[in-house]
């Protein structure tokens, strides 16, 4: 993975998540077809990729498929490299973020026969289905097929599904749960749920692809907390980029969650401006005990050139009702912001968290990223060049380093300035206190521990 915004301890503690896109493409497999389908989850099993190449050769498959975000871009061709060496005649294809960004230069990638762009459950299906019968898997929506001496990526992505509680769950089945930790999670065993697909926002940083916004019922996701709960899962994160799209959601799913009497612990991630007091106290009594609150600055003024659609009034608001309810909040900020001229600036973000001190802080440098506002305003502003992730796309080296707005501050004073607001906010008293006194397994004291540890230590710098 290239350099990421977090500090390297910290990254490597918040914990590693089930790969549920695979997964729910290997659901959608096994429930429409007769196709053997494995998941292998590479960071989690640690298999280095001469084991990966000897479990190859000794079970080649007919198409593996690869996904994987542009961060990740080294390690994917690195993989696709092995399988084609290991197994020659697995055909490969890629997809997830990182093709929905640069889907020509994607395809291009040598190892690279197939890509799928868009959400691939159907056109995954398809291709699959045409290569069984002998065909080229020319023809499906979102695929886009490599030919000698010819890139053309589909000319759109494959249409999204309308009806998300007509999909599977995610084959969990086919990974070990125990690969999987989160460091805000208080039980060891977990499981994670995606109950909405599109985002109507528009914040300047994102670059998740936007689409139309459809959410599952409160039924459909009911219906899979008691798959999860079934299967051994003590806690549910619920990943959806933003839970609360729709006021009045949360409390659906509680009333769902209090009508069949679910013993369920569960979190969401939220938005502040359309967080309602009566879904926060129906939640808390159907089990809900975090709540994830994207906050990113300190000043009405950030917020506004953030595009986040929130003032800090709301925020306040936000985090006081959760904790009325006796639900945790976290609460995530980002570093180095346009707006963002001097340290003061930067520490009046600080103080804000400190003042709102909500019982976890995450916070980031700002990144840029392709195909956002913020990457436009930072080529007009000569920050970075216009082809600098299409070229790193085109021809990925592992001395790529992720890109931040420089202009105020250098790349080593925002590292400084990222260890200290860790270290301000968790290093007083109250707030060791209170992470003590919430502890509830081993896991989580260790990698609370370790993060804590490497923090004091100055290391993982940005």
């Known amino acids: ?125 398809a291709l699959i289905e045409a290569l069984a019968a002998g065909r080229d898997g020319s023809g499906i929506g979102g695929v886009s097929v490599k030919r000698p001496g010819s890139v053309a990526p589909a000319s759109a992505p494959a249409e999204p599904v309308e009806d998300l509680d007509s999909l599977p769950f995610p084959a969990r089945d086919l990974v070990d749960s125990r690969q999987y930790y989160y460091v805000l999670g208080r039980r060891a065993t977990f499981a994670t749920i995606v109950s909405s697909r599109g985002c109507p926002f528009k914040c300047i940083f994102c670059s998740t692809p936007h689409g139309r916004y459809r959410e599952r019922s409160a039924a459909g996701m009911a219906d899979e907390i008691e798959s999860c709960l079934a299967s051994g899962a003590e806690e549910i994160h619920f990943v959806d980029d933003t839970f609360n799209v729709r006021a009045g959601r949360l409390a659906e799913l ?140 085109a021809n990925p080296t592992p001395d790529f380093r992720l890109r931040f707005w420089e202009e105020h501050f250098t790349r080593g004073e925002l590292a400084g300035l990222l260890q200290t607001a860790y270290r301000r906010f968790y290093f007083r008293p109250s707030v060791i206190w209170r992470n003590l006194r919430a502890l509830d397994s081993w896991s989580e004291l260790r990698h609370k521990a370790a993060a804590a540890l490497a923090l004091l230590a100055g290391r993982g710098d940005a």
Request: charge should be positive.
């Open 1 to 125: 993975m290239i350099q990421t915004e977090l500090p390297g301890s910290v990254s490597k503690e918040v914990g590693r998540f089930p790969p549920l896109g695979l997964l729910a493409l290997a659901a959608y497999v096994r429930a429409n077809s007769r196709h053997a389908v494995e998941v292998l989850d590479l960071p989690a099993s640690g298999l280095t990729y001469g084991a990966l190449a000897l479990r190859l050769r000794a079970n080649p498959p007919d198409l593996a498929g690869i996904t994987g975000t542009t961060h990740n871009l080294v390690e994917i061709l690195r993989t696709a490299e092995t399988i084609k060496a290991a197994a020659p005649s697995a055909r490969v294809c890629l997809g997830g973020p990182h093709v929905d960004a640069f889907p020509a230069e994607a395809l291009a990638l040598k190892p690279v026969d197939f890509t799928v762009w868009g959400e691939g459950e159907r056109a995954f299906l």
């Open 254 to 393: 509680a009333r769902e969650i209090l009508k069949r009497r679910l013993r369920a612990r569960w979190s969401i991630r939220a938005r502040v401006d359309t967080i309602e007091e009566e879904g926060l106290r129906l939640a808390r009594a159907a089990g809900c005990v975090r709540v994830h609150y994207g906050v990113e600055t300190g000043t009405d003024e950030g917020l506004r050139l953030l595009r986040k659609g929130i003032t800090i009034a709301q925020v306040d608001r936000a985090v006081a009702l959760a904790r009325r309810h006796k639900i945790a909040t976290a609460a995530y900020f980002l570093i180095g912001c346009p707006h963002e001229r001097t340290r003061e600036d930067v520490m009046q973000t600080l103080r804000f968290a400190r003042r709102l001190d909500p019982d976890f802080a995450m916070f980031n440098v700002l990144a840029i990223y392709p195909h956002t506002e913020l990457f436009e305003m930072a080529v007009k502003r000569g920050l970075i060049g216009a082809e600098e992730w299409r070229s790193f796309a």
